[in-house]
């Protein structure tokens, strides 16, 4: 996510379900099959232990002339990673009318916290067996995630939450799964979501439109938006759909248009191949009341920005994430580095291909501006602390730690680390600690000092770490 560095990063979060390699027992044992939350250390009831999603098939009807409704029918298919005589799915709001569990009506079905929906299922889930939950609802979507525009359109934006304000979810990143959206609106509006659209039909004056993402994807990554878009579409030079849906007051300009494709296209030959089967952007309106919804958020496969947002800095910094924080995700969300640290490097390294010197103008400039400043070294990379999990210093901080890294073990291994680490853990999970490991193997260098003072570390890291390599030969 783009964000200013004056502005609280607590805006909510779609992420389309993705099935993931990673179970839910990589975090803490305490949480229980049946009880809420998976155990992560800042948002303790997020997500629900005892199942792995699989796959979320999300179907809606809206209508923007009722912008204060929403009907949904969502099934979560999941295997059972223990015997479930109970469990619980994230969502929060809407009056709840059914919950079937294999095609059966659930025994029970309540509401409990802030969002959990619990269900008590017929017959129990045994351990390993595939189940799907279909829940039936309607009601007010929750502001947080669902955002109204004044022309009653919407659309769905927000971290670290935003799922569970339009469909019911295993809310927690760990846990990726695959996702298709069903969304139903009036003839003349357009609804547009992650992944590669399917068929459009129409009667009875409405119009149902149908997206896929075949990759896994966390929950805070999923959207849609519904407007009276206008529609643009291209390709990049490996051949990936780029779909760009602008709402009638956004801007449409067709050099950053076409500069988006030229961002991904470079981000490739730094990153790796772009890891999903589409791209593009999603650029909505002003919305009816005022909002924290942020300014620009990576949803996956097609960012969302405010209108006027689809400049370079804001495409770059969004775009990255389809690689760091959306192909890999973290594991819980002490690990925010894992995805904002590089998505505003990436910001960097386009400024290089533009011809500006890292070194000069951006690093050395950063540091001499901030040497001074304890505050800005205050904060760690790594488990900054609740309330801080995508504190500003992730950003800025997280940007000169990558550069030091760079000069540190030369260009080619750093490069190497970020497509080694792209590679291996495509369309999954992983912590920065993991990151620190592969750096070490692939550059041979021992690099827990570095590490301890740029990640670990709250005040300026010692000379050998701040000015590494060619950086200290300035004379400072």
Known sequence: MRRLLNRRPRAAALVAAVMSGVVLT??????????????????????????????????????????????????????????????????????VASVEVNGTPAKSFSRSGAHELV????????????????VTYAGRPDPEGWHTLRNGGAYVAGEPHSATSW?????????????????TVPEGWTAVGNGLPGPVTAGDGEKTFRWSEDRPMATYLSTVAVDRFTVHRGRTAAGTPVITA???????????????????????????????????????????????????????????YGSGMLFDASVVHENAHQWFGDSVSFKDWRDGCVAECFAQYAGQLWEEHKGADLDEDYYRSEVGASAGDPSFWSVRLYDPGPGRELDPALYSKG??????????VGDGAFFGTLRTWTRVHAHGNASFRQFEALAAKVSGKDLKGFFAAWVDGTVVPPRKYLYPGSLGTSGR
């Not at 990589?26 to 155990?39: E, K, Q, T, Y």
């Not at 999903?276 to 969302?304: C, H, I, N, W, Y």
Request: negative net charge; proline residues 11%.
């Open 399 to 408: 940007s000169l730690m990558l550069h030091a890294l760079r000069r540190t």
């Open 26 to 95: 990589a975090l803490p044992a305490s949480a229980a099959p049946g009880g809420p939350g998976v155990g992560d250390p800042y948002f303790p009831d997020d997500g629900n232990p005892g199942y792995d999603v699989s796959h979320y098939d999300v179907r809606i009807a809206y209508d923007p002339a009722r912008p204060d409704r929403l009907d949904g029918v969502t099934t979560v298919t999941a295997r059972a990673l223990d015997g479930l005589d109970r469990f619980g799915l994230d969502l929060k709001g809407f009056t």
């Open 119 to 134: 269900v008590t299922p017929a017959r129990p889930v045994a351990k390993g067996s595939t189940f799907a939950v279909r």
């Open 246 to 304: 602008y709402s009638p007051d956004a801007v449409i300009d067709p050099a950053a248009e076409a500069e988006q494709t030229d961002i991904l296209d470079f981000l490739a030959t730094k990153f790796g191949p772009y890891p999903f089967s589409s791209a593009g952007a999603l650029v909505v309106g002003a919305t009816k009341e005022p909002t924290d919804a942020p300014l620009a958020l990576e949803t996956q496969t097609r960012p969302t």
């Open 167 to 183: 469909y019911p979810a295993n809310d927690h990143p760990s846990d990726k799964a695959t996702f298709s959206l069903t969304a």
